[in-house]
């Protein structure tokens, strides 16, 4: 059974930074391309970062980039996001996903797998 537990969430002021991780199970991490995605108040979810299985390509939505960095450590079976300069906008439920096939990077509809979420609250 495939699990994804996020964890790292937490309330921070503007400017701040906030490492996420997501510990992945039941099926073969390494293989898989994962990503993170977020879901503020009243707006659809969105993709904020993909990385490749074997970590050498990453992607980020144009709203994130410079500021946050996703990477993964496949012998931890573990993907991170490293949050930066935050901002109240960022302020959402972020959830990291896995799939195998292929399909858009940052597109939720591509994403086989879920983990629960863990909240970040930015504040000004």
């Known amino acids: 059974q495939v699990q994804l537990v996020e964890s790292g969430g937490g309330s921070v002021q503007a400017g701040g930074s906030l490492r996420l991780s997501c510990a992945g199970s039941g099926y073969t991490f390494d293989s898989a391309f994962m990503a993170w995605f977020r879901q503020g108040p009243g707006k659809e979810r969105e993709g904020v970062a993909a990385i490749s299985s074997g970590g050498v390509s990453t992607y980020y939505a144009d709203s994130v980039k410079d500021r946050f960095t996703i990477s993964r450590d496949n012998a931890k079976r573990t993907l991170y996001l490293q949050m930066n300069s935050l901002k109240p906008e960022d302020t959402a439920l972020y959830y990291c996903?896995?799939?195998?096939?292929?399909?858009?990077?940052?597109?939720?509809?591509?994403?086989?797998?879920w983990g629960q979420g863990t909240q970040v609250t930015v504040s000004s």
């Open positions: 996903a896995a799939k195998y096939r292929g399909g858009s990077f940052l597109k939720d509809d591509a994403y086989d797998y």
